[in-house]
């Protein structure tokens, strides 16, 4: 049975809470979900987004909406890791929740030194968003495997 953990966090300054349900559906593949706020429209944060993507060789966009950045990430050893970037306008303000995941393509990246992390966190800090205004994130060991193991390169 999959390890299952809810993680509620509240930021007072947006009005709401963040509910992240559920665990990984495979526990077989390395992962990490994280979940950021910002007092920032949607739309900046998706242009934001995509243009880093863009920016950074390791990565390839799939598809983009304005709600969903998927990409895939190519890491120095050759793995392949899946990333969406999924948006929602947070009720209150003129801000945006952004959920990010990253899944490894294969089995034996299970024990990955924070490569699924560091693939959502590079994205978000090379765009600026982590210094747009109400910047916050959450995770946990729990959600994203490995967060804290090692610094992102
Ligand atoms: C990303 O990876 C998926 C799954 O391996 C594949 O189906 C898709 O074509 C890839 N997208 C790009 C742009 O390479
Ligand atoms: C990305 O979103 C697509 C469509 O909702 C989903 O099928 C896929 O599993 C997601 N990938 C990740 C890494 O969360
Ligand atoms: C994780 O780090 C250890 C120690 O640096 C290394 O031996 C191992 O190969 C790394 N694993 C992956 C999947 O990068």
Redesign the pocket.
Known sequence: MAVRTLVVACALFLGMCVVINGGPTEMTHAFCRIVWLLAVPCDQVNMALMTQIKAMGSYKLSSVTPDLIQANHTSA?G?VESVNFTMIPTAMSMGCHIEGSSISAFW??L???G?NYCNLHNVIQGSGLTKAPGFMEFTNEWLCLGVGL?PCK
């Open positions: 050893v793995q034996f990246s024990f990955d030194n490569t090692s």
